[in-house]
């Protein structure tokens, strides 16, 4: 079967659009994505991201991939241009030529005092999601030219590799197949309510901090950022990694903030997974791949699993407890493939509930990033409340693997209707009654890319009727 080509107006948009409203958004989406465009990489968003992302990356290449191949396949070359000896994918890649002042820049994490980071290009001090060779599966697969593609990820495989051995070398001290974050910019969920519990154990009025300036309240109101406070905090950890010299094993020791996080966790699972197929289709061996993969699925289901509530919850390393908040990240699993049929239909459930704008969804647009009923939930600040586009695209496939064809359906349609209705923004209002539901930055690459690539999935039920 060919893939879909988005540039020919081949392809079946399904949902609710009209075809022609839909042509108009294809065409913006592309605007978006070649106009965050640097010549080298794609900035997540001109004014508030200026520098490569890390996760950003993988998702922008899979919207890429439909009508720039060989831009998508340099997308993740530049990405990995970061990468440090240690086998660690860095959150940010600098870019020296960035037209707007960003905070923390290279200056502020001075990783020239890890020996394993690159000297150029200069890069920031901590990881992100693994989604990369999930990405990258993805590409070959809707890929018009698919040898080509294949191709150009000969010389990435190994990278995608040691990436992977780099979570499982320093990131799972007790090797027990899951691995740690130890800052909340690591999960990719910056502020979720998730992490409030842990960082409020760093007493802010006992710790000395550096001196900085945000930039973010320059181009974004400060009720969709995170607060003073959370800000400081995540300044707290990063001095205290730079005190380590960016050593794994020492801030191992020292860091106040070591989880455990079901979406990470999924992510890296889901990735090790696709890590194996991309070895066998590029004649690569990833043999190492198994046995993480067997502990991971084991561990996951022992330790995260919460059998009272029926569902995930993130494990905080340092104080040996779990952090039972819901938030979509928790739902990830079944993204990742790691729920059993039973845990799936368990969090199937928990998705159409009432913390999640169940079940009928006439107020809300799937899916909240935080229970809507908690008390930290905040419908415009950033990872408390709004709906999110890669969360979305994520439980999209999460669900229809499962085989939820309906709810995957529903998903992807409020996604064509947040789009229509607000436009290309970072981040959405979770209530449909919004007549202003765009938060955050605007022109915001994945949501360009993954709008790209939704729009050239056929609907599920003409699929497999
Ligand atoms: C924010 C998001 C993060 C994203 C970055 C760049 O920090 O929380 O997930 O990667 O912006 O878009």
């Known amino acids: 079967m060919a893939p879909p080509s988005l540039h020919r107006g081949r392809?079946?948009?399904?949902?609710?659009?009209?075809?022609?409203?839909?042509?108009?958004?294809?065409?913006?989406?592309?605007?978006?994505?070649?106009?965050?465009?640097?010549?080298?990489?794609?900035?997540?968003?001109?004014?508030?991201?200026?520098?490569?992302?890390?996760?950003?990356?993988?998702?922008?290449a899979i919207g890429l991939a439909h009508y720039r191949p060989a831009r998508a396949a340099q997308e993740l070359r530049a990405l990995f241009a970061g990468q440090w000896q240690t086998g660690m994918v860095p959150q940010i890649v600098f870019n020296p030529q960035a037209a707007r002042p960003y905070f923390p820049g290279p200056e502020f994490w001075q990783t020239r005092r890890a020996a394993a980071a690159p000297r150029k290009p200069e890069t920031s001090g901590i990881t992100m999601p693994p989604v990369h060779a999930t990405a990258a599966l993805h590409m070959y697969r809707t890929a018009r030219n698919a040898a080509r593609m294949r191709e150009s990820f000969q010389a990435l495989f190994p990278k995608l590799l040691a990436s992977h051995r780099y979570f499982y070398r320093f990131r799972d001290p007790a090797h027990e197949g899951l691995v740690y974050i130890r800052h909340p910019w690591e999960s990719g969920v910056d502020n979720s309510p998730t992490w409030d519990a842990v960082l409020c154990e760093i007493d802010l009025t006992r710790v000395a901090l550096?001196?900085?300036?945000?930039?973010?309240?320059?181009?974004?109101?400060?009720?969709?950022?995170?607060?003073?406070?959370?800000?400081?905090?995540?300044?707290?950890?990063?001095?205290l990694f730079r005190q380590c010299d960016y050593n794994d094993e020492e801030i191992f020791r020292t860091c106040p903030f070591l989880v455990q996080d079901p979406m990470f966790n999924s992510?890296?699972?889901?990735?090790?997974?696709?890590?194996?197929?991309?070895?066998?289709?590029?004649?690569?061996?990833?043999?190492?791949?198994?046995?993480?993969?067997?502990?991971?699925?084991?561990?996951?289901?022992?330790k995260l699993w919460n059998a009272e509530t029926r569902a995930y919850d993130a494990f905080d390393l340092v104080r040996g407890r779990r952090i039972p908040v819901q938030a979509v990240t928790g739902f990830l699993p079944l993204f990742g493939g790691l729920a059993t049929p039973e845990q799936a239909a368990a969090l199937y459930d928990g998705l159409r509930s009432p913390s999640f704008g169940g079940p009928d969804f006439a107020r809300f647009f799937r899916f909240p990033s935080f229970d809507v009923r908690h008390k930290a939930f905040d419908p415009r600040k950033y990872w408390r409340g709004p709906v999110w586009v890669n969360v979305d695209w994520m439980l999209y496939h999460g669900l229809k693997s499962y085989g939820y064809k309906e709810g995957a359906e529903a998903?992807?349609?409020?996604?064509?209707?947040?789009?229509?209705?607000?436009?290309?923004?970072?981040?959405?209002?979770p209530y449909r009654e919004s007549t202003v539901g765009g938060l955050g930055a605007d022109r915001f690459s994945w949501t360009a890319a993954l709008y790209l690539d939704l729009a050239g999935e056929k609907p599920i039920s003409e699929r497999n009727p």
């Open 210 to 239: 550096p001196d900085y300036q945000r930039e973010d309240l320059a181009t974004v109101s400060s009720e969709q950022r995170p607060t003073r406070e959370d800000y400081d905090r995540y300044v707290y950890l990063v001095d």
């Open 11 to 60: 392809v079946n948009l399904g949902g609710r659009l009209p075809r022609p409203q839909h042509k108009t958004l294809l065409a913006q989406a592309k605007a978006v994505l070649d106009g965050n465009w640097t010549g080298h990489f794609t900035m997540p968003s001109p004014r508030l991201y200026p520098h490569q992302w890390n996760w950003d990356a993988a998702f922008i």
């Open 267 to 302: 992510l890296l699972y889901k990735a090790t997974n696709d890590l194996v197929e991309l070895a066998s289709i590029l004649n690569q061996d990833a043999g190492e791949c198994e046995e993480w993969l067997q502990q991971s699925y084991r561990s996951f289901n022992s």
């Open 411 to 429: 998903v992807r349609r409020d996604v064509f209707e947040l789009v229509e209705r607000f436009g290309f923004y970072e981040y959405f209002t």
